[in-house]
Structure formats: C-alpha cells, structure tokens
C-alpha cells in the first residue's frame, strides 16, 4: 500500500487496503500514517489452529480403540488410564490453570489498578501448598481404589448419599462459573483482536461446538494432548510480547513517571502519551501535566482526587477501594494494611483451586508419583513468567493506549498487528496463544464436570446398575448441556464484573475444602456434620455475595455505600462450615445420635451396588495411612509440617507483596 499522511481517521476514508472495498479498514495511526487494519493472517492462524485441535481428538479416538478395543471403557475416557509423563502433564496443568483469568484479567487489571496486579504472583505457591497437602493421598487411593470420578473418595470414605450429592454440585458449580468466565474471555479477545468485523456469539457457538465434538469422541486422551499444544504456544508468546514491547514502548522505568522517557504528543489529538502517569490517577502527576491534580500533598487534595472517581465529594473517598488509593502513595495510605490483607484474602480464596474436578483428574492421569512432582514444581517459575508477561502487557496499554476503547490484552495485540512485520507475526501467535488458553481451561472443565455429573448422577443416583457402555451414552448427553449451559451464562452475564465471579468460583471450591481434608486424614469427623458445614458455608457466601451486589458493589472492597466484607465470601463461608462441622459433631455424640458415626448409621447410605465397587468394608483415614500410602513420602502430613507451610506463605504474601507494591 502506497504511503497516506494524515491528521485524523477521516483522512484515510478513500485508502483501499488490498482488495477490500471497505473504507473502514484504514485508521491514522500516531505517527500521522494511514495504516490498513487486516486481519487475515490471524483467521489464517485461528482455523489452522483449530484444524489440529479437531485433528488431536480424532487421533485420540482411533489411539483409545487401538488400546481398550472400546472407547467406552469410562475411567479410560475420563482418566486417560494414567498414560502421561512428566512432560506432558507439566505443559497441559500449565495451560489449564492459567486461562482466561490469565490473558483477559491479569492486563486488564495492571491497566485499571496498577501495581495491585501483584498479587496474581503467588496463586502458583498457594496452589502448590494445596497440592502438597491432598494430592499423595487421593493419588494412591484414586490409584488403588480405581476411582472414575475424583469425587469417588467422599462415597468410598462415608458411604453418605445426601454427603456425596452435595459435594458433587459445590464440585460442579464453580466448574460451570470458570468455565463461563473462559467463554466470555474468548469473546472479549475474539471481538478485540478482530475489531468487531466477526459475529462473536455465533463464533463462540461454533468454537463451543468443537469443544463438545473433541470432548466426546477424544475423551481425557484429547483433552490433555490439545492442552500440551496449546502450553507451548502460550509459552511462546508470554515470552515474545514483553520482548517486542519493551522494544516497541519502553521498559518500567522508562513509562511510569510524569515525564517519563517515553514521553510524546499523540499527533492526532494534542494529548501527552507514553507515560502511565498521564493516563491513570493512581500514579502520583504532576500539576502542569495535562491539567492533572496535583497530590504532591498526600490527602489533601481530597476534592482533585475525588474529582478522578467521579465521586460527588470527597467524604466519599474512605470507602473507595483501597487498591486505587494506596497506589497513589502507599507510605501514607490509610488503607495500606487493608492492601496486605486483600493480597492474601486473594491468594487465600485461590488455595483450594487444586482440589478442582478437572485438575484432581489430571493427577489420576499422570504416570507417575514422580512425574506429578515434577509438574507442580514446574508450574511456579512458568507462573511467574505468565503473569509478568501480562502484567506488562497491561501496563504498556496503561501509558500508551490509554484513548483506545477495549479490554487490555486485546488492544496491544490489535496495536502490533497493525504494526506488520515480526510484531505481526507474534501478535498473530499470542492472540491464538489467547484463544488457546481459554478452550484449554473451558475443554478441561467441562469434561471434569461431565465426569463428576455422570459418575455422581447418572451412575450412583440414577442408575446404580449401569455398565461403563451405558454411561458413556449418558456422558455424551451431560457433555453439551452443561457446555451450552455454561455459554449461555457467559451471555447472561456479560454485565458482570470478573472478579465477581472470581469470588463465587473460590468461595465454592472453599467449601469442599473440609471434607476433602477428614476424608484424608481424620476419622473423627462423620459425614453428616460436614454435610451441614457445607449447606452453611454455601448460604454464607451466598448471602454476602447478594448483599454486596445489592449494594452495588463488587470485589472485596466497595465504593461510597461502605460495604466491605474485607476478606471474599469463600473465606467466612470456610469458617462457619468449620465452625458447625465441629459443633454440630459435638452436639451429636453429645445427644448419642447415630448420626455421630458412620460405622453404626443405617439411614442415607449409598446403593448396594456402589458399595460393592468399593469394596465391603468402609475406607478409613486410618486404613488410608496405615496401608494405601504406607510407601509414599508426604511432605505434609504432618499438622505441624502444615502449619509452618501456611505460616511460610502468611509471611510471604503480607511482607513481599506489600513491599513489592510500595517500592513500585
């Protein structure tokens, strides 16, 4: 294309970009140069990518055949048979736990609320502490037991059917919530990326659609195979992207400060750019920038500051979040230890994320006890690398693209397409690398829900009698209802804030966190109290959760109603069903209910035929450490090991997130 000098866009109306007619394609950049805005090379990527997705399910198919004469053999198609090395596992847990939160929420957050976005650093230890402490047990009883569904251990251990119901719809629902969050993430990229020229909606359908196919027909076998592809291209380009923009835009110290090194005047419309200070009040401005407030004199200033959040007045700035204020200067924020305790409330409500169904899956998949390690170990530095890379991205989109409407990752990616040449070529990468991390995490979920719905339901509630071929038909019909459910929900949702639903997904899994423990470890709880723990900590959480949107409110810290639950609802949901799983028990052999022991209920047990397939004889903690893992090295077995662990990553969080957020 011959080269247009231009003012603003209307400038560029009669520039033809290829063979396209349309007179929208072509926008005047900042360097006063019509630019032709195509995207062809990424639909080229995208179906090609897809194409081999597709391609993966078929050949797990035809491989799961070749192996089992069946492919109807269910805990094959749900666990894979244990078939996958350290490898393998390490690349599809790193692009199952890091998905859409990850690409769409991380950059968007470091462009709205600065350096807060810190606190996605330590979701990898907290989530490994989880694992050190569940995952060698309910590996070797899975193993040994011949599990098929991950939540096969609370019927084994309690032989409580009202227990085991309950656990499998706290297990789904956060499921169903992540795998919401996925779709809607996809479509924020897809609608970025493309500028709006594609049906978003119809483009999710069709992508949904494939998920189900792939589900069906490849199981476990096509799920984790796809996973270990798209790792690698995520890799890829949370390696590239910060490379190309510190290039393109500067490293931190060159675009944060007022008057920063990468400081220049958007041609186009005479405003100050480059700089994140001139783009967000939650860097300190100066007072000739831009008509900025002034705050060299801290709180002072209330009415400027209260003048930046579209506040009437500035007695409303106590109750505006704190993660706003204190960027603003953290030394002298009267909310700065309320930033420490938000950081750890974060990564306190992602612990249980471990003991989600798709990822307790994974751990039955793996070869090996070794191999297991090895992936876990190996999810902390690519942890780090993930959210630094899209931290960044985030705060480049902060000082340079402030103007431009859309989500942050989306812009950036959108900005080096139009850029051409390498930076194309690796936009193009990490915008499938986008599209690659969220069907990962929404493929995954979604057959770990089929499993735990197919298994719990289907098999143990409906039809106890049913051979592996029956449930497989069964699993092909919950497959798409609950995709298609969970995309319909991503649509009705789209108004509602991702850190809402953030905290409803913790808050669930949170509440499965007791039983997985006394399954594994004590004989001293019954399932009845933790049945009544878990129906109180759900309605808890539930309960603030509405109070906060009645409000108005979202997050942990809300605007000028005072609203403040100062840690998410998961965390007080966990502690009043710890609280009445140990009441409750008391009161219970207190009374001389027989609801105080399993060994002498004789109401809500499980079907003959389910306690058969476990064995005639009740699993115990006891049993479990005396003879399943009698072999295997826990590094958390311990209460005391367990407690250093957690005093460990206390200190970490509330001592270096805090000071890493106030040095920056």
Known sequence: MSTFTCTTDEDCLNVLCGGDTSTDTAVCKSDGVCTCRLRSKFFIALGMYLAVVFGIALYSYKTSQRARGLSSNLRDHFMASGNFGAPVMILALFSTVFSGYTVVGVPQEAATAGYSVLRWLNISPFVNVCALIFFPRLRQIGKKRHYSSPTDVFSDRFNCNSLRLLTSLVVVTPLFIYTAVQFRAMGDILDGVTLGRIDTRTTLWIICLLIIVCEIIGGQRSVTMSDTIQAGIMLLSFVLIPCILLNLYGGLGEI??????????????????GCMAYSRPWVERQPTTFGSCNFDDRFTNADCLAAQYNVSNSSQLPYLNPGYRDAIDPDDSVAFNHVALSMIAFNLNLFPFALNAHVLQKIYATKTDEALKFSFMALIPMGFIAVFAMAYTGFVRAATFSNVAGSAFPVITSELIDRGGFSEIVAVIASCSAVAAVMSTADSTIIG??????????????CPWATDRQLAYVSKVVCPVFAVGALLFSFASADMNFGTLMNLQGSFNWQTVPAFYVACFSDAIAAHPLLYGQLVGVMVCIALEIAAASEGNVGLHHNNTGFDMYIPSGLWGAMANVATVLVSQRVLVHIGSPLANDDTRVVDTLNPAIVRKFGPARLTAEFIGDSIIADTVEPMASTRNQLICFAALFLLVVRVEPFLYAFC
């Open 256 to 273: 944060v400060g007022s008057n920063c090194a990468r400081s220049y005047v958007d041609t186009t419309t005479g405003v100050p750019r």
């Open 449 to 462: 829900a089929n499993n735990v719905l197919t298994v719990e339901w289907g098999k143990h509630l409906f």
